[in-house]
């Protein structure tokens, strides 16, 4: 919704945002909690304003990931590490995970190296594209190059 743009008024399923939250539906928060995809995560309620300055009807979401795993393959992954914290990559020409260091469990994580996106486990991101979920892309880490 933008002021530019009065007649645009239809919510997505998630929003884009300068922060890289995951701020879902209700409809996506219910079907992340039937795919069992939460844990790792906080939800919090979150009120959705639109250009008008009316609070939405709808229910909104964020999805808060608390548990970032080291999970970076330092060896395989291309890229220049923060000077002022050593652990995190400021930028990256190729992300390489470990999938042995993330727990099966784990649906929705963010990678404790570069936790400037979230990361879906495969089969979570085709339950979403196939619920018809409408605001979310996704990647293969191979194929995605904005880092």
Do not use: W
Not at 16 to 31: A, E, I
Request: charged share 35%.
């Amino acid at each position: 919704m933008h002021e530019d743009f009065p007649k645009d008024i239809k919510l997505a399923d998630a929003f884009s945002n300068t922060n890289n939250l995951l701020v879902v539906s209700d409809r996506l928060s219910k079907l992340l909690k039937e795919l069992k995809a939460l844990k790792g995560n906080e939800v919090f309620d979150v009120a959705i304003f639109n250009h008008k300055g009316r609070r939405e009807k709808e229910k909104f979401f964020v999805i808060h990931q608390t548990n970032f795993k080291k999970c970076v393959d330092e060896k395989k992954t291309i890229g220049k590490k923060s000077s002022i914290d050593s652990e995190q990559y400021v930028t990256m020409r190729k992300l390489v995970l470990d999938e042995k260091k993330i727990s099966k469990q784990l649906a929705i994580f963010r990678p404790l190296e570069y936790n400037e996106r979230a990361f879906f486990r495969r089969d979570v991101a085709e339950a979403i594209t196939e619920a018809g979920i409408v605001g979310l892309q996704f990647f293969e880490i191979e194929e995605y190059d904005e880092f």
